[in-house]
């Protein structure tokens, strides 16, 4: 996917282009593309629903708002043996929330 910044005419592709995200109050977020070059909005980018827990205690809830009732649970859930795909939503909703990932609370030990 290309873009065309109306106001300097620079081409971006997605994945080269700079992706900011607009955290929502329900949290959520949407992403958009904005040109490296003059800053102009491009796009609202398409993404994917929020991650959902599919087992245990939080079961059939989103990871973002669990981060916020629970983080502890999270942080303890990241250190389990959990699909990696899983493990990088929490570590991404947990860093959302201005956890530190270099912190003991994302060792995978």
Not at 65 to 71: E, F, M, P, R, T
Request: proline share 2%.
């Amino acid at each position: 996917m290309e873009f065309i910044c109306k106001k300097c005419g620079l081409i971006h592709r997605l994945g080269e282009t700079k992706i900011k995200k607009n955290y929502l109050s329900n949290g959520g977020y949407h992403e958009k593309a904005y040109c490296e070059n003059c800053g102009t909005f491009l796009k609202n980018l398409p993404h994917a629903k929020p991650a959902k827990l599919y087992f245990g205690k939080y079961k059939g809830g989103f990871i973002n708002v669990i981060a916020k009732k629970d983080s502890s649970y999270l942080q303890w859930l990241i250190k389990q043996e959990i699909k990696i795909s899983l493990k990088n939503s929490i570590i991404e909703a947990l860093e959302a929330l201005g956890h530190d990932k270099e912190s003991d609370l994302f060792s995978r030990n």
